[in-house]
């Protein structure tokens, strides 16, 4: 059992940054490919990025070069650093892990994840 804990959300200006934390329980973080969705008022929870086990990553287009992932094995934290943040972005953040291959071919499956955290708000005002 994996529990996902998410911080860092807040409001912040069009154009500013912010960085999310995911902290993981138990000992084989490093086993897990972790993701980052978002879910919008109103829209589906959309996929951001993912971290796989390998060190790869791998962004929506959406957010491809202005977002990283990152993750910290020793600390079993996942982050998300969000640059040049759009009103467009404003959503609930959630992280995801799976240890599973299928994350490998389909990381933007939220249905097939195996644990989620609990969200954390992103507004960004124009």
């Known amino acids: 059992q994996v529990q996902l804990v998410e911080s860092g959300g807040g409001l912040v200006q069009a154009g500013g940054s912010l960085r999310l934390s995911c902290a993981a329980s138990g000992r084989t973080f490093n086993s897990y490919h972790m993701s980052w969705f978002r879910q919008a008022p109103g829209k589906a929870r959309e996929f951001v990025a993912v971290s796989w086990t390998g060190g790869v990553t791998y962004y929506a287009d959406s957010v491809k070069g202005r977002f990283i992932i990152s993750r910290d094995n020793a600390k079993n934290t996942v982050y998300l650093q969000m640059n040049n943040l759009k009103p467009e972005d404003t959503a609930v953040y959630y992280c995801?892990?799976?240890?599973?291959?299928?994350?490998?071919?389909?990381?933007?499956?939220?249905?097939?994840?195996?644990?989620w955290g609990q969200g954390t708000q992103v507004t960004v005002s124009s």
């Open positions: 995801a892990a799976d240890e599973r291959a299928w994350v490998v071919l389909g990381p933007s499956l939220a249905n097939r994840y195996d644990y």
